[in-house]
């Protein structure tokens, strides 16, 4: 069984469409909150009455279900069903906040302007709060609302769904009731969304090194992050193959020069709830003689050269 965050306005409703398609409703799961006609009846019966998520699994052995979706935090259910086997999309955020405007104005007769809409604390970062915080390279899969169709390629060879092209739900860009947005309210919603910008970036990395490993037909889809890099601790992290139990290879760069080839296996109790490959064994740690504040650092798969992950010493 696999799980699916519907983040609002990012295309994610063409992918139910398309995943109801191909198997059956019935094998379809959804939460969309308890007042909602789309939430199936197990979910409102069994988890609202006793608030025990982890009775999704069984729910899902009894409905032979493919997927569980809904507007919810990946927090519900993923430490149930495991990040490896978790899919989300994810937009520009200050795309998705209008789009989500616009909707709201649509559907929803919603009657303040844009940027009293955007300030709204619910809807700032709501992208990255969905996600918990979690690093976008532990989910199975990271789609982008703008490369719909690539996405759908990932998910075709990572998890074997062939799914049909549908968009549901999708408006015109910027242009309900003929909005156009000044220049400054762009940089308003860009600024309140500060979490969800660097989430994109991480999450843009993660789908071009996938799409990248897809392309190079190399079985793997290598995934890395650099979680520690400051004078006192050295430098730490992970990495994995999300698609292999095999030890994910990285090579360490500092300031630009390679200073060491490390095989990922330390156990990392911090990411072992979501269920990582290796049942966690994918840590990596390196202590340099001499780390300075403003050095950059780099990790790379050491065997296809693509950069999983950098920053800068603080």
């Known amino acids: 069984m696999k799980l699916f965050i519907h983040i609002p306005k990012t295309a994610g409703t063409s992918l139910r469409k398309a995943v109801e398609s191909k198997f059956k409703p019935s094998h379809i799961l959804c939460d969309y909150g308890m007042d909602s006609a789309v939430t199936s009846q197990e979910i409102k019966e069994e988890i609202y009455s006793t608030k025990d998520h982890y009775r999704i699994l069984s729910i899902g052995e009894r409905s032979n279900a493919k997927l569980v ?18 899919c ?17 104005v649509k559907h929803f007769n919603y009657g303040e302007d844009l940027i009293t809409f955007a300030k709204q604390p ?7 709060k969905l996600l918990g915080g979690a690093d976008p390279g532990l989910l199975g899969i990271i789609g982008l609302t703008e490369r719909y169709r690539e996405t759908l390629k990932i998910l075709k060879h990572h998890w074997g769904w062939g799914l049909a092209h ?16 000044p220049e400054e309210q762009l940089e308003e919603i860009e600024k309140l969304n500060m979490q969800d910008k660097q989430m994109y970036g991480r999450a843009k990395q993660v789908f ?24 006192g601790n050295g430098i730490r992290g992970w990495a994995f193959d999300m698609l292999s139990d095999n030890s994910a290879k990285i090579e360490l760069l500092l300031n630009g020069d390679t200073v ?22 994918v840590g990596f740690s390196y202590a340099p003689r001499q780390l300075s504040e403003g050095d950059t650092i780099e ?16």
């Open 69 to 86: 979706t809904g507007h919810i935090p990946l927090t519900r259910y993923a430490g149930a069903i495991g990040l490896g086997n978790a």
């Open 88 to 104: 989300t999309i994810v937009r520009n955020p200050v795309d998705q906040v209008i789009s989500h405007y616009e909707h709201h």
């Open 122 to 128: 619910g809807m700032i970062n709501l992208q990255s």
């Open 166 to 181: 549908k968009r549901e739900n999708i408006g015109r860009r910027f242009r309900f009731k003929g909005l156009n947005v």
């Open 208 to 231: 071009t090194n996938s799409l990248a490993y897809i392309d190079k037909d190399t079985g793997s889809d290598i995934r890395g992050s650099i979680t520690v890099a400051n004078k």
């Open 260 to 281: 060491c080839r490390l095989n990922c296996c330390e156990f990392l109790f911090a990411i072992a709830g979501w269920q990582p490959p290796r049942k966690s064994f």
């Open 299 to 314: 990790i790379r798969d050491a065997e296809q050269g693509l950069t999983l992950d950098s920053r800068e010493v603080v």
